[in-house]
């Protein structure tokens, strides 16, 4: 990335600018404002989370606030109540308060002398969510937003229930927000005879949100809210909406673009779950000038070319031997002006007996059934680390999948979107749920993940009304893989595998099940162009950014994942450890580190015996006012009922400062 010190505008910061909402309670501020601003009002750019903008943002905010303030924006960069700086309480994600804050926020900016009146709002994940709920409310002052990695339906594609399917990351989630809400703020902001009294109040009314997430197995009013999907008509901001496709939210974009019908465009990178400007695999881009490109159109009233790019641009792959992390990934860009596109037809195979995909249609009697361990190949679902997160070889899950293998491709094929297939099955149980996996046989024996999707079986009609499955009676389902953009080339061979299982990614079943399989149909959606192009359609600027933050290391970051098997009870376990490391802010002085395990087991041939156990720990403060907060909980379950337990322990200068048990027993519903 390259770093920029020399801007339009000189930067004045202000590190706690306090917002205050009509019920009184205090939002703390990280501003960025152009020196002028006062003299020639300006537009503002709000991100509204609560990651802790003194020490947890940090190294992002650093490199991109201040450039865009340098280019003539206000950014804003709020604290959500009852996280950092901030007064109050924070109950759950995207509630109603979190998004009437932002949208009093957005309301108070474009009030002030510095704002000529138009505001936009940012974010990647929880902060590209909140942007486009805030849009679909609507509020005035808001006319255009830049959502990156994130969802339109919270609970099919998001961490909880995808496919209907209970993931597992809906778990780790909830641990990490536990031990994220536990920290105090800063008493260098609120001041030393306040921050006890507000981290006090902080861990008195603190949630564990598992278990609201698993009083709602279905899909409800509960995450019908903030679901934009089931309104787009209401978002009448301008969307460029970002991606990655190592990202678990590849799907966004595509549904944005063919949907919204306010201003938008996508862009999809070859990236993990990062910012597009300093974001793996390479390449990465000039986010921060595409993003400048729609402010000014859209905040300034500059008329520039944005509206006349492509609807979508994205990074096809070139097929490499996988590995569980790349510096760079080979490929090239494309663009489609419109989306849909018509360059972009559906190729038809079908599953036939022999375990072969071919044009030709025909039937097969296969059957599915898969030891409970199938998925350790999976990755990461968030791929977050620049570390060993990516998707492994496939051969190990695949000699626990029903496979079903094409003949050597006699051309490349360019797939560009998201894969579908239609299934005939049987169960032998009243629960199942299906993997589903597109594969890249590479002439070297080694099989690559394309992309993937999962079903909970008894969401097959409805995610609303889940219905228990009638043992050995035939039904249909139809199931969609993740959006994806991939060349197969000449001599590979495209492969479905399809599994009953797939840990950990997903919580198995509450039984064992044996699907049968009569047919199979997979459409693929196959990008054709007149001519075979090799470079790239379009082009970006190289990254830039502001100057890094560059504090002290104390503590170096490390990551590992290691699978093992248990001679004597045959529990496999998947052991991961992300260090974040320990560093010291040489302006201000505060320490922060933070480190977390899991072990995620499971035996072969029961269900029942998965659980998942994690400890995260968080560490800062200065001398005389070191503060720890230590969060260890697990989940396993029964046939009829999820357990879940989690102990907060906080802690000043080494003594114990309170402690909290959460424990619950939840009924299991179709899940």
């Known amino acids: ?8 505008n000189e930067v004045i910061e202000h590190p706690d600018m306090g917002i205050v909402m009509s019920d009184g309670c205090r939002l703390s501020a990280r501003v960025w404002m152009p020196e002028k601003a006062e003299q020639e009002p300006m537009p503002v750019i709000l991100e509204h989370l609560p990651y802790r903008k003194r020490d947890g943002t940090i190294v992002r905010d650093q490199f991109t606030h201040p450039w865009f303030a340098g280019h003539g924006y206000v950014c804003i960069r709020t604290d959500m109540r009852g996280n950092g700086e901030s007064e109050g309480l924070m109950k759950d994600e995207y509630s109603q308060q979190e998004l ?10 474009a009030r002030q002398p510095w704002c000529n009146g138009n505001v936009g709002m940012m974010g990647i994940s929880w902060g590209g969510f909140n942007a486009l709920q805030v849009a679909a409310m609507q509020p005035a002052p808001l006319k255009a937003i830049v959502t990156v990695c994130s969802t339109v339906d919270r609970y099919a594609d998001d961490i909880h229930y995808k496919g209907g399917c209970l993931l597992g990351e809906n778990f780790g989630w909830a641990a990490n927000m536990l031990a994220y809400s536990s920290r105090p703020p800063d008493p260098a902001l609120v001041g030393d005879n306040k921050w006890k009294d507000m981290w006090l109040h902080r861990l008195e009314n603190i949630e564990f949100d598992l278990s609201t997430w698993l009083r709602h197995q279905h899909r409800d009013d509960y995450w019908k809210h903030g ?14 909406s970002v991606g990655g496709w190592h990202d678990g939210y590849r799907n966004t974009i595509s549904h944005l673009v063919e949907n919204v019908e306010a201003p938008v465009k996508g862009i999809v ?31 300034k009233g500059d008329d520039n070319d944005v509206e006349r790019e492509p609807a979508y641009r994205a990074y096809l792959m070139d ?24 360059n972009i037809n559906p190729l038809q195979l079908h599953l036939n007996d022999g375990g072969e995909l071919t044009p030709m249609q025909s039937t097969t009697d296969a059957v599915i059934t898969s030891p409970l361990d199938c998925g350790a190949s999976a990755g990461e679902y968030f791929p977050f680390t620049f570390s060993d997160e990516l998707p492994d070889e496939q051969s190990h899950d695949n000699s626990r999948s029903t496979c079903f293998t094409g003949e050597p491709l006699n051309e490349s094929l360019d797939i560009v979107g998201a894969p579908s297939i239609k299934l005939t099955l049987t169960s032998t149980s009243a629960n199942a749920q299906i993997a ?24 097959a009609e409805s995610h609303a009304n889940p219905k228990p499955l009638l043992r050995n009676q035939a039904f249909e389902c139809h199931l969609s893989l993740d959006q994806i953009a991939y060349r197969i080339p000449v001599g590979h061979q495209l492969c479905i595998a399809l599994s009953t299982a797939y840990w950990p990614t997903i919580w198995p079943s509450p039984e064992l099940a044996t699907l049968k399989l009569s047919e199979g149909v997979l459409a693929i959606p196959v990008r054709t162009t007149s001519t075979v192009p090799t470079g790239d359609e379009v082009t970006f600027e190289p990254p830039e950014g502001a100057s890094h933050w560059a504090p002290k290391e104390l503590r170096a970051p490390r990551y590992t994942r290691n699978h093992s098997r248990d001679p004597k009870t045959e529990a496999i376990t998947t052991s991961i450890t992300c260090d974040s490391g320990e560093y010291e802010d040489e302006h201000h002085g505060l320490i922060s ?10 035996q072969a041939d029961d269900p029942t015996s998965a659980e998942v156990t994690t400890e995260w720990e968080h560490t800062g403060g200065r001398e005389g006012a070191m503060w720890k907060t230590v ?3 697990s989940m396993h379950c029964d046939r009829s009922t999820f357990y879940i337990e989690a102990d907060l322990k906080t802690s000043l200068n080494g003594q114990t400062f309170l402690d909290r048990t959460f424990k619950d027993a939840i009924p299991r519903d179709l899940v």
């Not at 990335?1 to 339009?8: A, G, L, S, T």
């Not at 804050?101 to 309301?107: L, Q, R, S, W, Y």
């Not at 490109?293 to 905040?299: A, F, G, I, M, T």
Request: with cysteine; aromatic share 12%.
């Open 1 to 8: 990335m390259k770093i920029v010190q020399d801007f339009p």
């Open 100 to 109: 009437d804050d932002a949208v009093e926020v957005i309301e108070w900016a």
């Open 227 to 240: 679901s934009v999907c089931e309104d787009y008509s209401k978002i009448n901001a301008a969307v460029l």
């Open 269 to 299: 990178g070859p990236w993990i779950h990062k910012y597009p400007h300093y974001a793996g695999p390479q390449p990465a881009i000039g986010f921060l000038q595409e993003c400048k490109r729609w402010w000014d159109q859209y905040l």
């Open 319 to 342: 097929s490499v031997a996988p590995h569980r992390w790349l510096d760079a990934r080979p490929g090239r860009w494309i663009a489609e002006r419109d989306w849909p596109s018509k």
């Open 436 to 459: 589903v996996r597109l594969l890249d046989q590479r002439p070297d024996g080694t099989s690559a993940l394309i992309t993937y999707g999962v079903l909970n079986l008894t969401h």
């Open 593 to 602: 580190g933070s480190w977390m395990t899991e072990q995620w087991t499971i």
């Open 631 to 633: 969060v260890t909980s």
